[in-house]
């Protein structure tokens, strides 16, 4: 089975917008586990890749499963997301006027029957989840700061724990770390780090030092006009002629 230990299978993915193909029979799997860097330039196709692996893009044709059986192809966004595909966007979005805590306590509760709420009484279990994602996102001691008055890369952790407290098998996020200051950027990738082999992580990112960074030996996947065009240690593609050119051959 070429889909055992996979957490991410697509193949031949295709997505057109009145005949121009943003996504061009696109080859990609991640491993259970994986921390796997995208780069690729303006419009190769990475983030119609995000939208079609989270359902918000239905792909013109192609195969797309999430573990060995769950069809991407034929569940909605929200099933998806339920099904344990988490994305992070670019701009972070949390609860200005709550608390870090609250934040995380909202993004747990947060389901399709029920919605927000901050009425119910936590059980143990769940201010332990809590308080390990807040050590894991370095802000036990912001805990109970409003989570507007957090600095930009605080809020970016904050919605990475948010994501976590959904338990999501994959991750999918999106420039990490753009706007983040030197230290907050050196954080994020330790972070990542201890995130990898817990939960499979999809990075895509336009710094290079910080994909060099996270990459160690795992493999990069560079993207170009819709569809694979090299894929190996960073080392590897960085040597590669045809992703020279592509960054630099203009
Ligand atoms: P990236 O995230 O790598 O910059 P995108 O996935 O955003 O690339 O875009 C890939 C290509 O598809 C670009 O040329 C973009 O203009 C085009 N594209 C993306 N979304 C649409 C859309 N909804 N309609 C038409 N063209 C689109």
Known sequence: DTRHG????????TVSFDGFKALNKLNLDIGVGELRCIIGPNGAGKTTMMDVITGKTPPTSGTAFFGQNVDLTKLSETEIAHAGIGRKFQRPTVFENHSVFENLELAMKTDKRVGPTLFAKLTGQQADAIGSTLELIRLT???????????HGQKQWLEIG?????????????????GMTDAETERTGELLNELKGRHSLMVVEHDMDFVTSIAGNGKVTVLHEGSVLAEGSMAQVQADQRVIEVYLGR
């Open 6 to 13: 996979v957490i991410l299978y697509l193949e031949d993915i």
């Open 141 to 151: 001691h912001e805990a109970w700061r409003p989570a507007g008055l957090l600095s």
């Open 162 to 178: 948010m994501l976590l407290m959904q338990e999501p098998m994959l991750l999918l996020l999106d420039e990490p770390v753009a």
